[in-house]
């Protein structure tokens, strides 16, 4: 019953049924491509959840090495600071009158005076030094871990974007009107060329 030949009819059942089979099969792979795309995206947020935990224990390491570098050096400091006080309370003061060559003793004092305030001066400088360097590469490893976080997130939007476009350009390709898709094809009207579209 109708206008199209029994014939006619057949192969359109035939071409829908295929059509039909495809669109599920479409369906399959999507829904496979999607989940596998989900997986790999919680395997990358899981390997970077990790690579940050190795991240901060080397970098808690790492503050640790400058803290014991910088006790180390203060202990240095204070010992030197100490064993220069005893030089001093050993050597005689300038108004003692008990040596016969007051004058000698007097200019020997004020050299090793004159050069150990010049080892303290050193001596600070030197820590000064050391601080200000461990601050500067505190800062830079914080500065260094800050960019490979905002890397790291960007990396992850972009794998996410990247997988969302994908999805919703298959999803836009097969809800698009007068689309039928054929093996090879993925929903181009430029496959068609060979195929009518029956209303």
Same mark, same amino acid.
């Given at each position: 019953?109708? +206008? *199209?030949?029994?014939?006619?009819a057949r192969q359109n059942q035939q071409m829908m049924l295929m059509q039909c089979k495809y669109q599920q099969k479409l369906k399959r792979e999507e829904y496979?491509?999607?989940k596998k795309a989900a997986e790999e995206a919680e395997i990358l947020k899981k +390997? *970077?959840?990790q690579r940050e935990k190795a991240e901060r224990l080397e970098a808690k390491k790492r503050q640790e090495e400058m803290q014991r570098r910088e006790k180390f050096f203060e202990d240095q400091h204070y010992k030197t600071n100490e064993l220069l006080n005893r030089l001093d309370l050993g050597?005689?003061?300038s108004d003692s009158c008990q040596i016969a060559n007051h004058g000698q003793e007097s200019a020997a004092w004020?050299?090793?005076h004159t050069y150990k305030q010049a080892l303290r001066e050193e001596e600070n400088r030197r820590l000064e030094e050391t601080k200000q360097e461990q601050r500067r590469k505190a800062e830079l490893m914080e500065l260094k871990q800050k960019q490979k976080e905002e890397a790291r997130t960007r990396a992850l939007q972009n794998e996410q974007k990247r997988v969302n476009n994908a999805f919703l350009?298959?999803?836009q390709n097969r809800t698009q009107p007068n689309s039928i898709y054929q093996p090879g094809c993925a929903g181009s009207l430029d496959c068609?060329?060979?195929y009518t579209w029956v209303s």
């Open positions: 019953g109708g +206008k *199209a030949s029994e014939a006619q496979i491509k999607v +390997k *970077a959840i050597l005689p003061k004020m050299r090793s350009d298959r999803l068609l060329s060979n």
